[in-house]
């Protein structure tokens, strides 16, 4: 499975984005999409993430009602809308894919990375 994440760049505070990950490759084999981020000097952060084909949902708390992750699976795709930017949601933010629906809000289970974009909020 390959990730090709965009749709980051640079926002007021306050503003919004949209993130794509688009998913190629043995896509079947998914069973869980997630969005991370990763600020300079912190460690890698849950965000948000989904059921492939289950609709369930879960969120960070610091991100809950003003993000929200969803899925085009005819598209093979994955989007993370992102309203109300603020400053400390500036980091590289990561889709991943995992084979297993279990303990999606950590890295370690997810078996596929995109490769980043990168998403600053200007105060």
């Known amino acids: 499975v390959q990730l090709q994440a965009f749709g980051g760049g640079l926002v007021q505070a306050g503003g919004s984005l949209r993130l794509s990950c688009a998913a190629s490759?043995?896509?079947?084999?998914?069973?869980?999409m997630g969005w991370f981020r990763q600020a300079p000097g912190k460690e890698r952060e849950f965000v948000t993430a989904?059921?492939?084909?289950?609709?369930?949902?879960y969120y960070a708390d610091s991100v809950k009602d003003r993000f929200t992750i969803s899925t085009d699976n005819p598209k093979n795709t994955v989007y993370l809308q992102m309203n109300s930017l603020k400053p400390e949601d500036t980091a590289v933010y990561y889709c991943?894919?995992?084979?297993?629906?279990?303990?999606?809000?950590?890295?370690?289970?997810?078996?596929?990375w995109g490769q980043g974009t990168q998403v600053t909020v200007s105060s």
């Open positions: 989904i059921r492939w084909r289950g609709g369930s949902t």
């Open positions: 490759g043995r896509t079947s084999s998914i069973y869980g």
């Open positions: 991943a894919a995992a084979k297993f629906i279990y303990g999606l809000g950590q890295s370690t289970r997810y078996d596929y």
